[in-house]
């Protein structure tokens, strides 16, 4: 079982930047993928970016070019740089694990809003 915990949200104005960042306990030996989704009012959790344990990335279209994710192994860390956020980035963002089980494992989620 692993444990997350999630931090760095708040309130920005658009065009600023944030960091949230995702730290994992437990079994972590077993952790293959992390990543982060979001879930704004009305809508259904999607995908923002995740990485594997090799260092591939995948992104949301609406982020590409603005997002960076990464992750310290040392720290079993993942890492979402946002830049250049936009009104419409406004949700709750949630951490994310895969492991090599099968299982995977949510944070209890972090408010990121975008407003002026």
């Known amino acids: 079982q692993v444990q997350l915990v999630e931090s760095g949200g708040g309130l920005v104005q658009p065009g600023g930047s944030l960091r949230l960042s995702c730290a994992a306990s437990?079994?972590?030996?077993?952790?293959?993928?992390m990543g982060w989704y979001r879930q704004a009012p009305g809508k259904e959790r999607e995908l923002v970016a995740r990485?594997?344990?090799?260092?591939?990335?995948n992104y949301a279209d609406s982020v590409k070019g603005r997002f960076t994710i990464s992750r310290d192994n040392t720290k079993s860390t993942v890492y979402l740089q946002m830049n250049r956020l936009k009104p419409e980035d406004t949700a709750v963002y949630y951490c994310?694990?895969?492991?090599?089980?099968?299982?995977?494992?949510w944070g209890q989620g972090t408010q990121v809003t975008v407003s002026s």
């Open positions: 994310h694990v895969a492991m090599t089980t099968g299982l995977g494992s």
């Open positions: 437990g079994s972590i030996f077993s952790i293959y993928v």
């Open positions: 990485i594997s344990s090799g260092g591939s990335t």
